[in-house]
């Protein structure tokens, strides 16, 4: 893979490149850029949140 891609490490809690990203289970990624990174846990947040008050995946 090329060197260009950006990873969040879950476990630093850093936008890492692909050189150095550690396991596939304790990273979240490809991104295109550092910045896309570096946002990765507020996107998941975001979208999960959508998904929460679905009302097609809610089913409580």
């Known amino acids: ?3 260009d891609q950006w990873w969040f490490d879950l476990k630093t809690k850093s936008a890492v490149q692909d050189s ?3 396991k596939s289970a304790d990273r979240l990624g ?3 850029s550092r910045e ?3 946002s990765a846990l507020q996107k998941v ?3 999960n949140e959508s998904y929460d ?3 097609r ?3 409580d």
Do not use: F, Q, S, T
């Open 45 to 47: 947040e975001e979208r």
């Open 53 to 55: 008050h679905d009302p």
């Open 36 to 38: 896309a990174a570096e």
């Open 20 to 22: 150095k990203a550690g």
């Open 30 to 32: 490809p991104y295109a």
């Open 1 to 3: 893979m090329a060197d």
């Open 57 to 59: 995946w809610n089913d």
